[in-house]
């Protein structure tokens, strides 16, 4: 399953036109903003009662937007609009009806030198619903 969901939130954040690069590993460098990667976090399970198990799958997704040409507020600006694209985007999805719900959860934005430039990082994370049965 994680590696399903891997592949439609890679699918999702490809299909942002103002991202400029998507990753599902950690890259070594950056070479186009905004940037993206994504790794996948951990697991709970919630069991309400005997007919109602889910589920959440976390993953946590970073964006990165460089600095130096556009400056500090201009990039903020930037990351800013695409961090709300993400969970706008998010909000609608079913993850082609995987998912029961999706929460995106906007965390903070802190400047960061990346390999090659200074950035601004910003975190989204995915908590993904999904029911399931339990056999006996």
């Known amino acids: 399953m994680i590696n399903e969901l891997r592949e439609k939130i890679n699918w ?3 299909n942002i036109s103002s991202v400029a690069e998507v990753f599902d590993w ?3 460098k950056f070479w186009w ?3 993206i990667y994504f790794v996948f976090d951990r ?3 919630s069991i309400s009662d ?3 198990h889910e589920r959440i ?3 946590t997704i970073n964006v990165f937007q460089e600095t130096t040409t556009l400056g500090n507020i201009q990039s903020e600006k930037i990351l800013c609009e695409v961090l709300d694209e993400i969970i706008d985007r998010f909000d609608r999805s079913d993850l082609d009806w995987l998912a029961t719900y999706i929460e995106a959860v906007w965390g903070n934005i ?3 030198e990346t390999d090659n430039w200074p950035a601004l990082h910003g975190i989204i994370l995915l908590g993904i619903h999904i029911p399931f049965t339990l056999s006996l």
């Open 12 to 14: 999702e954040l490809e």
């Open 110 to 112: 802190q400047a960061v």
């Open 26 to 28: 950690i890259p070594q």
């Open 43 to 45: 697991i709970e399970s």
């Open 33 to 35: 903003f905004p940037s």
């Open 50 to 52: 005997s007919n109602h």
């Open 57 to 59: 799958y976390f993953f």
